[in-house]
Every structure is written in C-alpha cells, then in structure tokens.
C-alpha cells in the first residue's frame, strides 16, 4: 500500500467512526477513488434512511456513478472499512470496479453482530433448503419477455 | 400458487415488459405484497438513472422500506420475474423478506447476456483469485471503531 492508499483506506474508517457517533447506521465506510482523488465517500445509512441496501459502499457507488453520469465504474478503486457482505460483493461486480481495498473481515463484523456469512451460507444452499423460501412460478411468461429483450434493436446494455 | 399469487407475478412480468419498452432498464420487475396487497413495485432502472444497483427488487425493496418507514420487510413477499443475483439475493436477506417467489431463472438470464452466475463464481473464490482483486490493510483501525459500536450504549441494531 502506497501512502495515499493508507490515506484512503484511514478516510472509509473515519466515516464508519463518524456515520456510528452520528446515529447514521452502522460502523462502515467507503471511499471510491478515481485518477487519485475521492469522488464519492459515505457511510452506513440503513437506519437513518429506512434503506436495508444503504450499506456504505452501495450508498458511495450511487453516488460516483450519479457524479460520472456512468452505471460503469471500471476505472474505480473502491476503499470500504470491512469486507463486502454478498450484496455488496454483486453491486462491486455491476459497477465493475478495478480494484478493491477492504480493512476488517467478515468475521470481525460477525463478531458484532453483522452476520454476513449467514447470507454467505444461504446463498450456495438449494433454494428448498434455504431459510427464506424461493418458489418459482410463471417461467415461461417472464422468458417471453427476454425474447423481446434480446430481440430489441434499441436496447442499451449493461 | 393461488390465484392472487399468479396476478402479483404477471404484474411483476409486465412491469419488467414495461420498462424494457420505455427503455427504464433491463427486462426485470418485482413487487412487493404485504397482506394480500401490493406495496412497491417497480422495474429495473439501472440504464435510465446510471444506477448499477437499481435492479428491480431494491428499487422495490427502497419504495416499500420508505413506505412503511421501516428497514425490514419481514411480513412481505416478494415477486421478482427473474431469480434474483447475488447483490439482490443479499438485499433480500438484509430486508428479511417471509418468502419469494421468481419466474425465470439464473440460466434464462444468461442466455440474453445477464451473467449472474459468473458473480456466484466468484463470490466462491477465495479473494486472491477473484476476477477484481481484493486487499486487505489496517484492519486494526477498522476493529477498533467496531469496539466502540459494540460499547455504543444507543445503537440502533438492524
């Protein structure tokens, strides 16, 4: 880590510092980073917010994207104060990041008592066995609509 | 499924319809039902608001949350027209849904160029071998600020 990496990190940490003295949500930050400087930062928001995804990198992603005028952040470095839980983790690989940084591990959030790897565990369960149940219906109405998707001239991808 | 249960999802297949029409977004919708009546809806909104994590469900999720100004959703369901991916698999763990039900599949996804699976991959790698790196650094700075919200005496669990 280079010293300004040391800086960024030290920024997504003081606003996981501040956003829990401040009753924002959680103690969690994040910076992105683009060409050497922040262009985007926040804190957890889920409390303040009634927003259960307003984890602070999904909270600092809205906001780069929003500045860049881009759904793309692929030229992005993302500094977060703890490891991605699985939401994150897929709003990361949407936003299609260059790098990420992260301080503590899941284990140090499920020690109070974030507990990530619940999450972590249901995902590779079948769907039967998991603890919210996932029942599929309609399929082939929903595949109609892909069908037009992928046959429409005009669509932008992502 | 009961009747009411293939109305909520046809809505939710003609929301995801409806906005690959208007060019809102991908062709996803989801709905929310608490008690036997719609609460939120919406369709995938990533293209239209540069928003690589407004896909159907957490558009719907943030619409329900701020309309019962909670941050759980534990006596809703969830319609979504399309197994959700990983960033909104966790969202609806972190809003503790009661149930889900989904039209398409994963597969169904992939095969118009909405490759889920590859973040299920990579979510199962260990960091060093993921497709964007992941490092870690000063993690005790990050601990400590999870000491003191584990000593916050007015701390807002979620």
Redesign the interface.
């Known amino acids: 880590?280079s010293k300004d990496?040391?800086t960024f990190?030290?920024r997504a940490?003081a606003l996981?510092?501040q956003g829990?003295q401040e009753?924002t949500?959680?103690?969690f930050g994040a910076v992105i980073v683009k060409n050497g400087e922040i262009i985007a930062e926040a804190s957890n928001q889920?409390?303040s917010t009634?927003?259960?995804?307003a984890h602070a990198e999904?909270a600092a992603?809205?906001l780069a994207?929003?500045k860049?005028?881009?759904?793309?952040?692929d030229d992005c470095i993302l500094y977060t104060?703890?490891?991605p839980?699985?939401?994150?983790?897929?709003?990361?690989?949407?936003?299609?990041?260059?790098?990420?940084?992260?301080?503590?591990?899941q284990e140090?959030?499920a020690?109070?008592?974030f507990d990530d790897q619940?999450?972590?565990d249901?995902?590779?369960k079948p769907m039967k066995n998991r603890k919210?149940?996932?029942?599929?219906?309609?399929?082939d109405?929903?595949?109609d609509?892909?069908?037009?998707?992928?046959a429409?001239s005009?669509?932008?991808?992502?």
Do not use: H
């Open positions: 880590m990496q040391n990190m030290q940490i996981a510092d829990m009753g949500g959680g103690p889920v409390t009634n927003d259960p995804t999904i992603i809205r994207c929003d860049l005028g881009s759904f793309q952040l104060s703890c490891e839980c699985p939401m994150c983790l897929g709003a990361i690989y949407w936003s299609r990041f260059k790098q990420v940084f992260y301080a503590a591990t140090d959030a020690a109070i008592g619940f999450i972590y249901e995902l590779e919210i149940p996932f029942e599929q219906t309609e399929r109405q929903a595949v609509i892909f069908k037009k998707w992928d429409k005009d669509r932008v991808d992502y």
